[in-house]
């Protein structure tokens, strides 16, 4: 699966942003879906993930309440929603894909381009 991601820039914060990552070339809703986010320093961490159907979030706490992740599987897309931005989480975000149709977990290893997201105070 191919992974398209977009809509990062820069904001003051507390305002808002929304990435979008398209995804193309195989069954989408086999796919459970996550936004990792890598800032300068850091490592990379997974912040929003939702299962094949989207029935399924889950959230790292630094952005629980003010994330929230989606999809709709028609148009092959994940959505962040990411609102109250604070300036720490300034960082190259991204969306990854995981297989999960089969028996036992696959990791995250169908990865998107990165998108930059700057909040300034």
């Known amino acids: 699966v191919q992974l398209q991601a977009s809509g990062g820039g820069s904001v003051q914060a507390g305002g808002s942003l929304r990435l979008s990552c398209a995804a193309s070339?195989?069954?989408?809703?086999?796919?459970?879906m996550g936004w990792f986010r890598q800032a300068p320093g850091k490592e990379r961490e997974l912040i929003a993930d939702?299962?094949?159907?989207?029935?399924?979030?889950k959230y790292a706490d630094s952005v629980k309440g003010r994330f929230t992740i989606s999809r709709d599987n028609a148009k092959t897309t994940v959505y962040l929603q990411m609102n109250s931005l604070k300036p720490e989480d300034t960082a190259v975000y991204y969306c990854?894909?995981?297989?999960?149709?089969?028996?036992?977990?696959?990791?995250?290893?169908?990865w998107g381009q990165g998108t930059q997201v700057t909040v300034s105070s």
């Open positions: 939702i299962s094949r159907s989207g029935s399924i979030t």
């Open positions: 990854a894909a995981r297989y999960a149709a089969a028996v036992l977990p696959e990791p995250y290893n169908y």
């Open positions: 070339g195989r069954t989408f809703s086999s796919y459970a």
